[in-house]
């Protein structure tokens, strides 16, 4: 019982994720999430990413999908996308510290910070959950 709730909320969390990053991404290239004053290196940085984020967010939409109809995997799938987002959070983090984006605004500091957090947190969150092995 523990199991299949953890599982489905992992799922869950995973959907709004991989939704979420495909959000971003829309509202980066049609409202423009960019900061006012960014770094020169900021956009060339920014445009290498669409493509990786795209099938990152496939697959963990993929994997939400398999958990919640509990096949086995849908954990694979899951452990492979949390070291995805762990990788994603944590070059975000470097970039933004080393070129001071969190310092721009509130509004950037909070949102980076926010999806750098996310992506690192709920990714180690995965790898730990995914990795119990239910109770008997």
Not at 62 to 87: P, Q
Not at 115 to 135: E, M, Q, T, Y
Request: glycine letters at 8%.
């Amino acid at each position: 019982m523990i199991e299949t709730k953890r599982l489905k909320t992992i799922a869950v969390l995973e959907l709004l994720t991989g939704i979420g990053i495909i959000l971003f991404w829309i509202g980066f290239f049609t409202i423009g999430l960019a900061p006012e004053n960014p770094p020169q290196c900021y956009f060339a940085y920014e445009h290498s990413f669409p493509l990786p984020d795209i099938i990152l967010s496939i697959a963990i939409l993929a994997s939400g999908i398999l958990l919640l109809k509990n096949k086995e995997s849908g954990r694979t799938l899951s452990f492979v996308c949390s070291g995805g987002l762990m990788f994603l959070g944590l070059l975000d983090f470097s970039f933004n510290i080393q070129n001071g984006i969190y310092m721009t605004s509130t509004l950037d500091l909070v949102l980076n910070a926010f999806i750098n957090v996310w992506c690192v947190g709920f990714g180690v969150a995965i790898a730990v959950l995914i990795s119990r092995k239910p109770v008997a």
